[in-house]
């Protein structure tokens, strides 16, 4: 079964995400958002936030993020349906009768979105690794500190026309060119051109 996007962000905007994961963690008020030690990993000094207004959670520690159908699939392990099912039921929402095409829709979006996911972890690891000394040094210097590169999932793009695309090929050349982390060179243009990096330095 597959669901329209008009359905779901009905679903989240009817759904209190903080009283969906008050059960399982204890949340502190803080200011307009709450606080708490992130479900996902160990930790001592919450770093986990989640924002009711905006209906998404994260965490500054592990990165975890997501809204509250993505809380019950990766903190429960319910699978979507079953997670939409809960939801909708507390929301007082019929989940619609499915819909092929929506589902075909669903399925390749859900395909794109894991693979631009994938690619921001790889530059972020970028930044955090030896090569990306300068850039941390640089962003210090900014005044941008590691929470905040966390929050918004900073990264760096390294020197080379095939990082990423050697890094994360195993994702299918042909997805990391339709989200547009690889650039096609024109055929009638190039011949016989392979296709590269759209973000690198140098």
């Not at 008050?22 to 919450?46: D, I, M, Q, Y």
């Not at 589902?103 to 970028?126: G, H, I, N, P, Y």
Request: aromatic share 8%.
């Amino acid at each position: 079964m597959s669901l329209s996007p008009a359905f779901l962000d009905e679903l989240r905007a009817r759904t209190l995400l903080s009283a969906i994961i008050s059960p399982s963690v204890k949340l502190l008020r803080a200011g307009r958002e709450w606080k708490a030690r992130c479900p996902f990993h160990n930790e001592k000094t919450p770093s986990f936030t989640i924002n009711d207004e905006k209906g998404f959670y994260h965490c500054f520690g592990c990165g975890a993020h997501g809204d509250a159908i993505r809380f019950l699939t990766d903190a429960r392990g319910l699978p979507f349906m079953d997670a939409v099912k809960e939801l909708a039921g507390k929301a007082g929402l019929e989940v619609p009768a499915p819909d092929p095409q929506a589902r075909e829709r669903a399925e390749r979006t859900a395909s794109l979105t894991d693979v631009m996911a994938a690619c921001q972890k790889w530059f972020a690891e970028q930044l955090a690794g030896v090569d990306g000394a300068d850039a941390r040094e640089y962003l210090k210097n900014r005044g941008i500190g590691p929470a905040t590169v966390a929050r918004f999932g900073i990264g760096l793009a390294p020197e080379g026309r095939n990082k990423l695309k050697s890094a994360l090929l195993h994702l299918g050349e042909d997805k990391l060119v339709e989200t547009g982390m690889l650039i096609k060179p024109d055929p009638n243009e190039f011949k016989g051109g392979e296709t590269y990096d759209r973000f690198r330095a140098g």
